[in-house]
């Protein structure tokens, strides 16, 4: 039986936001059709370029900034290195001009209100986030070529074979919890221990710390730019930034100059019930106002649930003692095993399977990992990855105005909050008694994800997206 191979840096992406699945992932397919034109010789050869999307990504594509994502990937911008704080005034450049600079280097023309073709009523039967370039050739030759976004900033061609990552030879392979289960018995090894042999599969160990390290940095620094930038966000609905303010209402208005010293200034708060709560809400507020900016974020696993993870992991370092460069990476190797199990078994996109798929797999993540790092034997970490989803299910994904913004930034807090519950449960539980699996629950969420109604998949045709009357800009 063919095994996928999933890497913590498939799981764990860095990128801009506000969506995995209509930002980077849209991003990801331009730069890979450009890839493909260059495999050809063809770049210099292009006069025309225009981009179709289908399904989810025509609905919700404006707010989630579809177009701006493929705009970027088709001029060869990388959505990890990019400064964001460019995307606006490039954005608005290739308005005015009507050009584009095609891969960086060749010019075209290019006019994204007629370019850029929203396809609201059209769908392509693969998945709902689907997406078509085509181009024009001198010769007066078209080619085209299909791309679908699959969650979490994952990008499958259409027709394509196997990845090479899917090739790798891994020494444990996982596709379920069970099997993650025996291999811990039959090694001795703990989870995240695990995950890094099977990393080893792909780089040096060295590389693999580097990575994770980078993942957390990124992480923390989006926290620390979140607590500390005010405003409303962008995209019509008026919504106020919340982080920053309280923030200075934690911290009785001082002011610390980076993060480590603002840490110890939170650590020296106390740690009684009500405070800890204010900061996990507080750090998970801060990611996703960033993410709702096209701030740069991780996608853990998606950009919408983007905040729980470095939620959790803050809380740990912060109330728990954690700051070590060896318990945040087993955090991050633990929880990255979890979400590749939903990935394998059942989906981490909400346009396949609501936010379930996004909050409730990002929540069983961090739950999971969350017990590891507090000492948590291999089946407590997927007992608490099991009750932090069990009590998901079913949560719909229904973004006003199709802006990651309301209810999607306060659902960061819950699903953080939920699997600090999660974790301390199952440290406090017999997980031989558990009469409900982690495996079972997989299966659940995709089943729920089958029969859930389209309009409650991330497409605002229902839920509180029709039922909160706004009055957002023309586009």
Known sequence: MAHEAISVFDIFKIGVGPSSSHTLGPWRAALRFLQSLADKQQLDQVT???????????????????DIAV??????????????????PKIRDMQQHQKMLLAGRYEIGFDPAADVVFLMEESL?????????????QNGDQRASTYYSIGGGFVVQEGEEKSA????????????ARQLLQWCIKTGFSISELVMENENAWRPESETRAGVWKIWTVMKECIYRGVHTTGELPGGLKVARRAAALNRRLLQGRTYH??????????AGGNHFGYTLDWVSCFALAVNEENASFGR????????????????????????????????????LTASEIGSIFKKRSTISAAMGGCQAEIGVSSAMAAAALTEVSGGSQRQVLMAAEIAMEHHLGLTCDPIGGLVQVPCIERNTMG?????????????????LAKVSL??????????????????KETSDGGLAVNIPISLPEC
Not at 71 to 88: A, E, H, K, M, R
């Open 48 to 66: 025309q370029v225009r981009v179709l999307l289908y399904g989810s990504l025509a609905k919700t594509g404006v707010g989630h900034g579809t």
């Open 71 to 88: 705009q970027l990937g088709l001029c060869g911008d990388d959505p990890v290195t990019f400064d964001v704080n460019q995307i606006t």
């Open 125 to 137: 039967p693969f998945h709902p986030n689907a997406l078509t370039f085509l181009v024009t050739l």
């Open 165 to 176: 990552s899917e090739s790798v030879d891994l020494p444990f392979p996982v596709d379920t």
């Open 258 to 267: 980076d993060f480590d010293s603002w840490l110890h200034a939170i650590r």
């Open 297 to 332: 974020v991780v996608t853990a696993p998606t950009n919408g649930a983007a905040g729980v993870i470095p939620a959790v992991l803050a809380y740990f370092i912060t109330f728990c003692d954690g700051h070590s460069e060896e318990k945040i990476l087993q955090f991050i």
């Open 416 to 432: 953080a909050i939920k699997a600090i519950t999660a974790s301390q449960l199952a440290l406090q539980s017999n997980p031989d």
């Open 439 to 456: 495996d079972a629950v997989v299966k659940t969420m995709w089943e729920t994800a089958l029969d859930m109604n389209s309009k409650y």
